[in-house]
């Protein structure tokens, strides 16, 4: 196999895996620090292996166990007693559980992921840069530089998130049936922030705030199929298709804003339009 | 996990309004609370507290006790009474406190215990 084609499977997995690679870590150990760096540590390994012995015929199951074991490298060598119980888990999680395609368990595991990072127990900016790094993979710098600071202060706030998240005992899970139009709301409010973030800014850092976008779509998809009953869910996904769509219209070739009735429709991404109506075509939506 | 959580009184709300709600949106009465969350095992402790006027403040600056008169905070925000929550989570906790009447006429801090 050649290099691209691997790196391409690399990302490819990347996009499709990280935040399952992470959710399944954390809901095992419960250690979200833990889960990041060996998460990270896989998809490194995915680099330097899958070059060489190919892609293999699950990507995301060689991911998960990958970064399991390299997890259990870290436990090992650590003595502390909640490390053992840490390692226990690991050691008695089937790898079933572990792997993707297991029944239910990789959409569960991401659905707890974003709820648990958009709890309203964490502040607003913890919120939306922890749903950025662990359901997104944006790294570090990427997402200090969307929103314009350092990121020395952007680590800072990721440290504070996770650690209110284990000191206040904040459960890694789904809230229940009534509790969930509310979380809903919270966890909606957190994708809108994103894409406002990404949209309001035209120039100097636009191909980051861009992606800033391109993150919220993403993340509404997801919900969208992984809360299908949900209408407020659907309407968040065919808003921000409808309004990325007109994106590479909005502005003139100086950078200013382009008033709706003046801009060039041929511009307009028709997929993305379609796939918005469709949202909202939907009969139970 | 176990949770302090104070019971704090909001001056900006009239307290003669306390206990009105009741059984219109869900209040209940603070013995009710009790007596649901001591049978469920909740509520490890629990009491009122004498007013911020008879607080006592304690602390040792450069070495010297310094003991002063009044809560430790400049707030008006006044603490009224304390429960220790024995919780699943934070969630159950919140549950808890929502439920307290003292949701909807001042309000309630959850302070996880410190744990190693």
């Given amino acids: ?285 | 996990m176990k949770y302090l959580m104070l019971v704090c009184v909001d001056p900006a709300l009239d307290q003669a309004d306390a206990g009105t709600d009741a059984g219109t949106d869900g209040e209940v009465p603070i013995e009710t609370w009790v007596a649901e969350t001591d049978a469920a095992g909740t509520r490890v402790l629990g009491d009122r507290v004498r007013p911020a006027a008879d607080a006592t403040t304690v602390r040792i600056r450069g070495g010297r006790l310094l003991v002063t008169d009044g809560p430790f905070g400049e707030t008006k925000e006044q603490i009224a009474g304390f429960d220790v929550l024995d919780c699943r989570d934070l969630d159950h906790a919140l549950e808890i406190a929502a439920r307290h009447p003292m949701a909807r006429h001042g309000y309630l801090e959850l302070r996880p215990f410190w744990v190693e």
């Fill in chain 1, 1 to 285: 196999m050649s290099d691209p084609a691997a790196r391409d499977a690399v990302t490819a997995a990347f996009r499709d895996g990280w935040a399952t690679v992470v959710a399944t870590l954390i809901r095992v150990t419960g250690d979200w620090a833990l889960a990041e760096e060996c998460a990270q540590d896989a998809f490194e390994a995915a680099l330097r292996h899958w070059p060489v012995d190919g892609v293999p015929h699950r990507p995301g199951a060689w991911l998960t166990v990958a970064a399991r074991n390299r997890a259990l490298d870290r436990l090992r060598r650590s003595t502390t007693e909640a490390a053992k119980l840490q390692e226990l888990a690991l050691l008695s999680e089937p790898a079933d559980g572990l792997a993707d395609g297991a029944a239910g368990g990789v959409d569960d595991d991401r659905l707890r992921l974003i709820f648990t990072c958009c709890h309203p127990a964490l502040a607003p900016e913890g919120r939306v840069a922890l749903t950025l790094r662990t359901v997104g993979g944006l790294a570090v710098p990427e997402i200090a530089r969307a929103f314009l600071v350092g990121e020395a202060t952007m680590a800072q706030r990721l440290v504070r998130a996770r650690r209110k998240i284990r000191n206040a005992g904040i459960p890694f899970r789904v809230p229940p049936e009534h509790q969930l139009p509310e979380r809903t709301a919270a966890v909606l409010a957190v994708v809108y922030l994103l894409f406002n973030a990404g949209y309001t800014v035209a120039d100097g850092v636009a191909p980051i705030r861009g992606e800033l976008t391109a993150e919220a779509v993403r993340l509404a998809r997801l919900l969208a199929r992984l809360l299908p009953d949900d209408p407020e869910v659907q309407g968040l996904l065919a808003l921000l298709l409808l309004t990325e769509a007109r994106r590479p219209a909005r502005l003139g070739a100086e950078g200013e804003p382009v008033v709706l009735e003046e801009q060039d429709r041929a511009r307009w991404d028709a997929a993305a339009i379609a796939e918005g109506v469709a949202v909202l075509d939907r009969p139970d939506g």
